[in-house]
């Protein structure tokens, strides 16, 4: 192995070389520097999606007479079902998640109370305006 000296462009650079005999071809090829990926952009929670006002109460197939509705702001997929008939709820607490578009929606009790019906099961595909829930 012989090495040299090689100046390219003002540049200097050290080479090895090796003389080959019989025929075959050692390769050394160094190493290409390693690149990290870029970090992750944080990842930001779903804003609750907007509620049935508090006022409105109606009466509800399934449910009992009074209660709030809690429909489906979009068209989606029920990922979860996270409230069960008779939990009590506090406003901003979440019923079901919702995916639309591929985020996921968290869809909130719109008032205190006591779940009165969960119309929706998870995996189920849901419309603009279905109901999903009520609230007593």
Sequence with gaps: MKKFLIK?????????????????LPVYVPAAPAVSAPAAAPVQAAAPAPAAPVNE????????????KVNAPMPGTILKVVASVGDKV??????????????????????????ASINVDRGASVNAGDLLASIN
Excluded: F
């Design 8 to 24: 390219v462009n003002g540049n200097q650079y050290e080479v090895e070389v090796e003389e080959i005999r019989d025929g075959s």
């Design 57 to 68: 109460k109606k009466a509800v197939t399934g449910g009992t007479v009074g209660a709030v």
């Design 90 to 115: 506090k406003r901003g607490q979440v019923l079901v998640v919702l995916e639309a578009m591929k985020m996921e929606n968290e869809i909130v009790a719109p008032s205190d109370g006591e779940v």
